[in-house]
């Protein structure tokens, strides 16, 4: 194998190294995404918790001025029939103060309702704050070990772009620039092994006055199909 050849192959398994250290920190870096989701999911029941407890609250205010109501015109009643002159007033005034009596029950019930309604909101709203404490707690903890992990890989990955770096400073920049120009397209690929006499790029067979020439290893052969630059390997 020439040695342009041996520097293409070299620097397109560099770039396949770089290029691997991304999907790495993505992956780390989805272990915070997902605990921080986590406390935004809370946070999003938290406020909706705290949404239902204000309109709960709020009937609570409203059946509190109805009992209110409703015992202020049972009084009034009261001192009205001590004024009556006929049966059909009092007893008029009897069903009315009836109704006002069962209006104040179901007034006075229904606060019951609401308290109990009250203490379970709250209840559940504790413990969704202490969720969200030990999750936030967590989180923290997670952070720590990305980060420590991202540095080892920040460091891995300025290593391989020094011995990059040193590799195209050795090499011929017209070789470079053709290699760059078939990158572009082929990412990864643009430099592939020929195995079973086929291109591990399209896995087109290659015709064998090309396959000798990559064989032979003396010049750069690109395949005649899909234009990746071709090398041999020992199978």
Not at 160 to 171: F, G, H, N, P, S
Request: proline residues 1%.
């Amino acid at each position: 194998m020439n040695k342009y050849l041996e520097q293409l192959v070299l620097l397109s398994k560099i770039d396949q190294e770089i290029d691997s250290f991304e999907p790495k920190i993505e992956t780390i870096s989805k272990v915070l995404k997902d605990a921080e989701n986590k406390i935004l999911k809370i946070d999003i029941q938290l406020s909706d918790l705290d949404n239902e407890i204000k309109d709960t609250q709020q009937q609570k205010i409203q059946n509190n001025t109805h009992i209110t109501e409703f015992s202020t015109k049972i009084k009034e009643l009261s001192k009205k029939s001590t004024m009556v002159k006929t049966e059909k007033e009092a007893n008029a005034l009897k069903i009315e103060e009836d109704i006002a009596r069962e209006q104040l029950d179901a007034a006075n019930d229904e606060i019951v309702r609401l308290d109990k309604i009250l203490d379970s909101k709250e209840a559940f709203k504790k413990e969704l704050l202490d969720e969200k404490a030990k999750e936030v707690q967590q989180m923290e903890s997670v952070k720590i070990d990305i980060q420590t992990q991202i540095q080892t890989i920040e460091k891995e990955r300025m290593g391989v772009y020094d011995r990059k770096t040193q590799l195209i400073a050795e090499m011929n920049q017209r070789v470079l620039s053709f290699y760059e120009k078939i990158r572009k397209w082929a990412k990864n690929t643009a430099v592939v092994p020929v195995k079973k006499q086929a291109c591990y790029g399209c896995f087109m067979k290659i015709y064998d006055k090309t396959h000798l020439s990559i064989i032979r290893g003396e010049e750069i052969v690109t395949c005649p199909h899909c234009g990746r630059i071709l090398y041999k390997v020992q199978e």
